[in-house]
């Protein structure tokens, strides 16, 4: 994806974990962060509590929404994924994209990575790999300026 383009719309999941969310009703209100992670994914476990953090901390401003991306035919056991977001505090919607369908959308071929969508539905930040949260807390906490400034 590139910058500023608009929002896929989130189809073809397997199954959604901690409730179902549309694109409709994330696009509005407030800014939504993507979180592409998968079961046999390291550095996605390392970064988990600080995605459950950003969830945390930012929950009355900016939606947060899990993609789990299997990488090998051992990441599509339901019972392991639903066992792993359990694991890890992973409360927040969780898109079990199997077929790779919403990752095709979004043309990420990462795990893990993130993308920040402005209240319009917009893309305004991308990222990959383990390193630079702290990049992507600026990230996030320049697109919530910036709706403060237009409220």
Known sequence: ??????????????EWLN???????LVGEKPTLFHFWSISCHLCKEAMPQINQFRDQYKEKLNVVSIHMPRSENDLNIKDIKQAAAEHGITQPTFVDSEHKLT????????????VFDKEG????????GSGLKMLEKRINRVL???????
Request: charged share 40%; aromatic share 10%.
């Open 104 to 115: 095709a959308a979004f043309e990420n071929k990462y795990v893990p990575a993130y993308y």
């Open 19 to 25: 409730g179902q969310v549309t694109k409709d009703e």
């Open 1 to 14: 994806m590139k910058l500023r383009e608009e929002m896929p719309e989130l189809e073809g999941e397997a």
């Open 145 to 151: 300026s910036e709706l403060e400034k237009t409220e």
């Open 122 to 129: 917009r893309l305004r930040h991308f990222q990959a790999g």
